[in-house]
């Protein structure tokens, strides 16, 4: 009995199976107490590995995507934002966007849950076995500047323009110098109708012009972005301060505490 033992415990070290090890022996006790015939039993095994296969692929994936905090759709209070239609982003949900190489940005102030609903794409779309990538618009200039310093720009560059999707968070919380600007517009422009972009920012179109220093840059990014895209536009109040308010550290007039 140990060498079967030993047997099969180096045969699944050799496949590289986890889950059956902890669930055979469980298995094997249904399927003599109720008469499971040889093949369902080894079909509910490979199901069990297939599934903690799957569970695996996913963390990684979803490690590798570099988000700032894990939060889904079936969190994301649609009440509470009229301004938003939810058919809208359950469409996207779709990810149609991904496979059709658009677009998608979301406008609105700090705080409307941007960032969310961002995230809760990307980890849909991990799901669905796309490589996603997340930075915001300062981390994704400054580590090309750095970069290409370190003549390592070319492997930095497929960082940005190799996943399926990759979000761009925050653009226009910080101004671009003209190299900034410069490698922002290299993403874009080679990532233009072959990987989608998810984008927020806190400014409206009107506006990016000040963020790139120059309108004429801001429209060049802005007509390839817009091509092919949906943009989300939020307004309304902001959640956190929904949230301080109930905690009742809040007064409108005049009488707040600092928020976070
Ligand atoms: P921003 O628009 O500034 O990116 P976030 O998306 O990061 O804001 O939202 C700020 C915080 O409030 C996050 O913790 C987010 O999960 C939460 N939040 C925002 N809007 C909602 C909402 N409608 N329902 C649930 N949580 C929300
Ligand atoms: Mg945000």
Redesign the pocket.
Known sequence: MTGLQDRLQEAFEQFGWTRVPEVLHHHAEEAAKHNISYLEFLDKLLQEELLAKRDRYIQTRTRMANLP?H?TLE????E??PSIDERRIRDLATLRFIEHQENVI?L?P????????AVALALEAIKQRYTVYFTTAHDLVQTLQQADQNRTIRQKLRVFTKPRLLII?EIGYRKMDETAAHFFIQIISERYEKGSIIL?S?KSYGAWGEIFGDSVLATAILDRLLHHSTTIN?KGE???VKEKKKAGLFRPEGGERKLG
């Open positions: 905090y939060k969190q994301f209070e649609f509470f934002q979301f609105g700090p705080g409307v849950g941007k960032t969310h609903l968070d927020t806190n939020i902001s959640y956190r």
